[in-house]
C-alpha cells in the first residue's frame, strides 16, 4: 500500500544517473560543425554544468555571442543529446532499479530537472522506468526554474507532503523554495550547505526516508 502522506521527487544528474561520458563525446561533435569556437568540452566541465538550466550552461561556455546564437548552439546540442540518450541510455547509479521498485511501492514517485524538453523521457525510455514514476517535469518543457517546477509538479499532483532528492546547492534552494525538506545524493556532483539529510548511495534512501527527514 502506498504511503499517500509522502511523495519522492527525484533530480535526475547525479542523483540516478551519470550521463556526463555520452554528453561530453555529443558536445564535441556538435562544436565541431561551428569553425568559429574553438572551445571544447571536457568530462570535468560537463561535470559543472550538470544542474543547470540549458539557458544558463549557453551563458557560461558561449559568453562572446549573443543570446541567438548561443540558443541555436544549445538547442542542438540538446537535441542530440535526447537522441542519443533514447536509444543508448547512460550510467545508473548503481542499485537504483532495486530502490525505485522498493520506494515505488510504498510511495509516489516523481522527477523534476533543469533538462531540456525530452530528456527525462530519454532516461526513461531507455532504461525502462517508466512504471515507476507517476509524473515528470523539465525546465527545458515549462520555462520555469526547479524551484517553480516542484511547486508545479505538487499542485498538478495534489501533493501535500513530500521531499526533494539532489546533489547540487541549486537542488537544495530549489526545495527551500518550494518549502519541502532536502536529501543531498552526496555520490553526485556537487556540494550542499544544510541538508536535512543525506544519503552516499541510492540504495540508502529507503532507510533514510523509513527512520524520517527533519
Not at 560537463?46 to 550552461?57: R, V
Not at 531540456?116 to 525502462?128: C, E, M, R, S
Not at 515549462?142 to 499532483?157: C, P, S, Y
Request: with cysteine; hydrophobic share 35%; charged share 30%.
Amino acid at each position: 500500500m502506498k504511503n499517500t502522506n509522502l511523495s519522492i521527487i527525484f533530480d535526475l544528474d547525479g542523483t540516478l544517473w551519470n550521463s556526463t561520458g555520452c554528453a561530453c563525446d555529443i558536445w564535441n561533435r556538435v562544436l565541431e560543425k561551428h569553425n568559429d569556437i574553438s572551445f571544447r568540452m571536457t568530462k570535468e566541465k560537463a561535470e559543472q554544468l550538470m544542474g543547470k538550466t540549458m539557458e544558463d550552461i549557453g551563458k557560461i561556455l558561449f559568453p562572446e555571442l549573443n543570446t541567438e546564437e548561443r540558443n541555436a548552439i544549445v538547442d542542438e546540442f540538446g537535441d542530440e543529446e535526447v537522441k542519443y540518450l533514447t536509444e543508448n541510455g547512460a550510467v545508473l547509479y548503481e542499485g537504483l532499479e532495486d530502490t525505485l521498485n522498493l520506494l515505488s511501492q510504498q510511495y509516489k514517485l516523481y522527477i523534476v530537472s533543469n533538462c531540456q524538453d525530452g530528456y527525462v523521457p530519454a532516461f526513461l525510455h531507455a532504461h525502462k522506468l517508466e512504471r515507476y514514476f507517476t509524473d515528470i517535469e523539465m525546465s527545458g518543457r515549462t520555462g520555469l526554474d526547479k524551484g517553480n517546477n516542484i511547486k508545479l509538479i505538487m499542485k498538478r499532483n495534489n501533493i501535500e507532503s513530500a521531499v526533494y532528492i539532489g546533489d547540487t546547492d541549486g537542488d537544495e534552494k530549489a526545495a527551500r523554495f518550494a518549502g519541502i525538506p532536502f536529501i543531498y545524493a552526496k555520490y553526485g556532483f556537487g556540494e550542499v550547505i544544510s541538508p536535512d539529510a543525506i544519503i552516499e548511495n541510492i540504495s540508502e534512501l529507503p532507510e533514510r526516508i523509513k527512520n524520517g527527514v527533519k
